[in-house]
């Protein structure tokens, strides 16, 4: 059993950045560095949306249109952590955010059956 525990959100203004964490417990027998994460959003009145996603450490990335160029993945090994790097927030990047973690090896996944552990979420408020 995986926990992962999200933190860094809050209420910042458009433009601003911000940066999440998403620090793991729990995985034992296997290197943390070789699960594949991923964070998602769910804003207010809609469903959870992939965000972005990373197969392992130092391996591929991927980010869904909206957030290309403003928002990275990265992780920190030696902390069991994910962050997500968010810059040149907008109003509609409002939502809960959510991390993920797959049990799979070689993944890279914009779905959410294709996770397997999750955070409770941490909100993020963008003012106009």
């Known amino acids: 059993q995986v926990q992962l525990l999200e933190s860094g959100g809050g209420l910042v203004q458009a433009g601003g950045s911000m940066r999440l964490s998403c620090a793991a417990s729990g995985p034992s027998g296997r290197t943390f560095s070789t699960y594949p994460m991923g964070w998602f959003r769910r804003a207010p009145g809609k469903e959870r949306e992939f965000v972005a996603a990373?197969?392992?450490?130092?391996?591929?990335?991927d980010y869904t249109d909206s957030v290309k160029g403003r928002f990275t993945i990265s992780r920190d090994n030696a902390k069991n952590t994910v962050y997500l790097q968010m810059n040149s927030l907008k109003p509609e990047d409002t939502a809960v955010y959510f991390c993920a973690i797959s049990r799979a090896y070689a993944l890279l996944s914009r779905l959410e059956g294709n996770y397997d552990y999750w955070g409770q979420g941490t909100q993020v408020t963008v003012s106009s």
């Open positions: 990373m197969r392992r450490s130092g391996g591929s990335t």
